[in-house]
């Protein structure tokens, strides 16, 4: 059974920075695609970043110079690093990696303040 745990979310003021963690278990074979994914309340999920293998990786263009994705293929982690936060970045991000299908995690708020 595919299980995705994050943390890292929480309370941050405008510009400050936050680290979100997934770390996928129950994967027996290398993962193709991880990424994070946010909602905000009344907004649909969307992509914010993904990485491929550790080999590519695509950002919303509004998080671009602000966000990196990185991740650790031995341990099935993902990384989010966020650095001069916006109080737009505020909601629910998801972790999502794709093997065979897309898995999601449960989700973890970041608010951050003005």
């Known amino acids: 059974q595919v299980q995705l745990v994050e943390s890292g979310g929480g309370l941050v003021q405008s510009g400050g920075s936050l680290r979100l963690s997934c770390a996928a278990s129950g994967i027996a074979f290398s993962i193709d695609t991880m990424g994070w994914y946010r909602q905000a309340p009344g907004n649909q999920r969307e992509p914010v970043a993904t990485?491929?293998?550790?080999?590519?990786?695509n950002y919303a263009d509004s998080v671009k110079g602000r966000f990196t994705i990185s991740r650790d293929n031995a341990k099935n982690t993902v990384y989010l690093q966020m650095n001069s936060l916006k109080p737009e970045d505020t909601a629910v991000y998801y972790c999502?990696?794709?093997?065979?299908?897309?898995?999601w995690g449960q989700g973890t708020q970041v608010t951050v303040s003005s």
């Open positions: 999502m990696v794709n093997w065979g299908r897309a898995y």
């Open positions: 990485i491929f293998r550790g080999i590519s990786t």
